[in-house]
């Protein structure tokens, strides 16, 4: 029984229990304060226009249609965004106010559980990056002729209201109108393009499930392409100053989705592609459909790290933060496996390459099942997490190994999983225990040793 349930009976009221305001935060002991409870969301519709690099401002109507899980007196949004206008609730004004980085929305009447309802928040202002010394900067990010989204993990509050946890996955249509002469790029499938008098509105929709981290929209000038493979769309933008690198982007997303098919299981998107903007990030994103790579040209194994992500990461999610390697550790070994298919590397190579170094060094510790949320993305996620994989990969052999890998893809496809169900998984397909084995590679503190 919940707490609330509880109290109602102690009241004397039986039955349903009186409406209350949905949690502020999902809980996750890795990123908190992001996340709401009471409700689930179904689909965000982004209307915004961008003023130009003048100003850098924004007006945005933004629509979260959400299914309550509970009676709703009140519920919060995650908005770190400029001021917020007006917000309604099923067409009706409803009471806001701002705490920190929630949005707190009352409706004029409660919301029963089990209803989809739909809040429409009018903003307008100047978004503004998140910086800090742990994630670097993130979310909605100034470039030199517009802006760029990549909010890994909790920035997608910088420019959207949004329950922004990966556990809570939604569609979304971005209809993003610029000044004349920019363009806007975003998820998903590019719709038609709106001329208006000074500006022009793009449209694009992503139609599979999407974590609220994974949104993105670059705005300013690009050199896109535009090919197919195998029935895909692969549409890249590259920002005029990387040029150079707009054939390699697109031939080598290509080439990646030729090859990983086989591997991963069937490329799980409606398109594919990749944006380079200008700002210097130090880092990509394996945003949905579209990754973006923040400020460098990209190298061939970069593009398969991001691209392999839209199996693992992106349609397999995570459901909770601590399970980042499930991400970080599979578009790692992605790239192993890239290097090993022209058979002048293996896998094998590169992981007693690393295994060769000291048991203290950054690549080890922390142990990748719980590197704590200042070690989200250290190099032990990363290279121990690949290096877990191969470990387990030796243990089964390899066709109980890609067939692991292949499940994984086709069980939890556009959902989001666990750690504990990847093990209980490889379990089940390799019919051997691996619980010892796990724990050496992804929780225990000394560096595994091997045979
Ligand atoms: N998931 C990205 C990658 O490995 C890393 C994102 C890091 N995020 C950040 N705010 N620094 O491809
Ligand atoms: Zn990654």
Same mark, same amino acid.
């Given at each position: 029984?919940? =707490? ?35 409700y689930?969301? =179904? ?13 850098g ?11 309550a899980?509970?009676?709703?007196s ?9 001021e ?17 980085? &929630?949005?707190?929305?009352t ?38 002729d517009g ?23 939604a ?18 499938r ?7 008098g ?18 993105t ?27 150079a ?12 989705? @030729? ?5 991963f ?23 949905? &459909? @579209? ?12 593009i ?8 693992f990461?992106?349609?397999?999610g995570?459901a ?34 690393y ?13 990748p099942?719980?590197?704590g ?26 066709? =109980? ?31 051997? @225990? ?10 225990a503190?000394?560096k595994?040793?091997?045979?």
């Amino acid at each position: 029984m919940s =707490a609330a349930a509880a109290v109602a009976i102690l009241a004397g009221s039986p039955g349903a229990a009186s409406p209350s305001p949905g949690a502020a935060d999902v809980g996750d002991p890795y990123i908190k304060g992001a996340g709401n409870g009471g409700y689930d969301v =179904a689909h965000y519709d982004v209307a915004l226009a961008y003023a130009g690099v003048k100003t850098g401002a924004v007006e945005a109507t933004v629509t979260v249609t959400a299914a309550a899980t509970q009676d709703l007196s009140a519920f919060d949004l995650d908005f770190r965004g400029p001021e917020v206008t007006a917000v309604s609730v099923d067409g009706r004004p409803a009471r806001h106010g701002r705490a920190g980085q &929630e949005l707190v929305v009352t409706p004029s009447e409660p919301i029963r559980a089990g209803r989809t309802f739909q809040t429409t928040v009018r903003y307008a202002g100047r978004p503004q990056p998140v910086r800090n010394g742990t994630f670097g900067t993130y979310g909605w990010t100034p470039s030199k002729d517009g802006a760029v989204v990549a909010s890994e993990p909790d920035g997608a509050s910088t420019w959207l209201p949004v329950n922004d946890h990966p556990g809570d996955k939604a569609t979304y249509a971005f209809h993003i109108t610029v000044p004349k002469g920019l363009r806007a790029v975003a998820n998903g499938r590019p719709g038609p393009v709106r001329p208006g008098g000074a500006t022009t509105t793009y449209e694009w929709a992503e139609g599979a499930p999407m974590a609220s981290y994974l949104a993105t929209v670059a705005i300013g000038r690009f050199e896109v392409r535009r090919t197919e493979v195998d029935g895909v769309p692969v549409v890249t933008a590259v920002d005029p100053a990387f040029r150079a690198s707009a054939k390699r982007l697109e031939s080598t997303t290509a080439r990646m989705l @030729r090859w990983a098919a086989p591997i991963f299981g069937p490329y799980p998107f409606a398109t594919a592609g990749g944006i380079v903007d200008d700002p210097k990030l130090g880092y990509a994103l394996e945003t949905q &459909e @579209r990754p973006l790579y923040g400020g460098f040209a990209p190298d061939e194994g970069f593009i398969v790290h991001e691209m392999a992500h839209q199996w693992f990461g992106n349609s397999v999610g995570l459901a909770r933060w601590q399970d980042i390697w499930l991400n970080e550790g599979f578009a790692t070994y992605a790239e192993w496996l890239w290097r090993e298919r022209t058979g002048r590397d293996s896998a094998e190579k590169i992981f007693k390459r690393y295994h060769a170094q000291p048991g203290g060094s950054p690549i080890f510790r922390p142990p990748p099942g719980a590197p704590g949320a200042g070690k989200m993305f250290g190099f032990s996620v990363y290279i121990r997490g690949a290096m877990a994989l191969h470990a387990l990969r030796k243990r089964v052999g390899d066709k =109980a190994f890609f067939a692991v890998l292949r499940a994984w893809t086709a069980e939890h496809r556009h959902s989001t999983a666990t750690t504990p169900q990847f093990v209980a998984l490889a379990e089940r397909v390799s019919g051997q @225990r691996l619980t010892a084995l796990f724990q050496a590679w992804l929780y225990a503190e000394t560096k595994p040793r091997i045979r």
